[in-house]
């Protein structure tokens, strides 16, 4: 049971390339999500989706884009990459939805470096 | 909406010491919190949660979370600390209204165990 799995962890891009961050689950969990870390600021919610063909914004949508083609993926792509996404991110997956009796599971991280 | 705050950036402390993690929140509909902590270079991993019922919650690794209503505060407790519980500790809130599991972070606790 592989749980969350995020690719790449390491990524250096140049400023105004784009690129898809890749997170799998494989727990039939209706729930995903990504967040960004930074310091000093904790986790933000970017996006999330509470099924296949719904996606929704979080707190800091802008420069990113999601879809949700299936329920095991739920990637997330950077349009035109800015030295401020320089970050962290984290991808995350529940059973169901509104409700928080289910655990939410993150992935490892993917470090991300924009010059 | 909904909130935490985490009143303690760095929290240094002697091995086999007791700790105190502070949280407190803000939300105008009913709350689920939680504490995750966060290794050096990992992702996040749930201690505890309160959903509901008793308000002294109990988690993994010796912690335990008292939920206090009238105090809006959620804090943190283990009676002897371990090297190993050197880590990045998260106090976040789910709160009702979106119809999904989405997480808001406190912007986190760096706990230092000195030997």
């Known amino acids: 049971n592989a749980g969350v799995t995020q690719t790449p962890k390491f990524q250096v891009l140049k400023t105004g390339q784009s690129m898809t961050l890749q997170c799998a689950q494989d727990m039939n969990h209706e729930y995903m999500s990504w967040y960004r870390q930074d310091p000093g600021m904790g986790l933000r919610l970017i996006h999330y989706?509470?099924?296949?063909?719904?996606?929704d914004q979080g707190e800091v949508p802008n420069g990113y884009n999601v879809s949700r083609s299936t329920t095991e993926d739920f990637p997330l792509r950077l349009l035109s990459a800015a030295p401020s996404q320089t970050s962290v991110y984290f991808c995350a997956s529940s059973r169901g939805t509104g409700t928080a009796r289910n655990t939410i599971y993150f992935g490892e991280g993917s470090w991300l470096t924009v010059v | 909406a909904q909130s935490v705050t985490q009143l303690d950036s760095q929290v240094p402390v002697f091995e086999e010491a007791p700790v105190e993690l502070r949280c407190n929140y803000s939300?105008?509909?009913?709350?689920?919190l939680f504490w995750y902590v966060q290794y050096p270079n990992q992702g996040l991993q749930l201690l505890l949660k309160y959903l509901s019922g008793s308000t002294l919650v109990k988690g993994i690794n010796g912690f335990e979370a008292e939920f206090n209503k009238s105090q809006t505060s959620f804090h943190l407790r283990k009676p002897s600390v371990h090297i190993s519980d050197t880590a990045e500790y998260f106090c976040?809130?789910?709160?009702?209204?979106?119809?999904?599991?989405?997480?808001?972070f406190g912007t986190g606790t760096r706990l230092t165990v000195i030997p």
């Open positions: 939300s105008s509909v009913s709350v689920y």
């Open positions: 976040a809130v789910i709160g009702g209204g979106t119809g999904a599991n989405n997480l808001f």
């Open positions: 989706s509470v099924g296949a063909g719904i996606t």
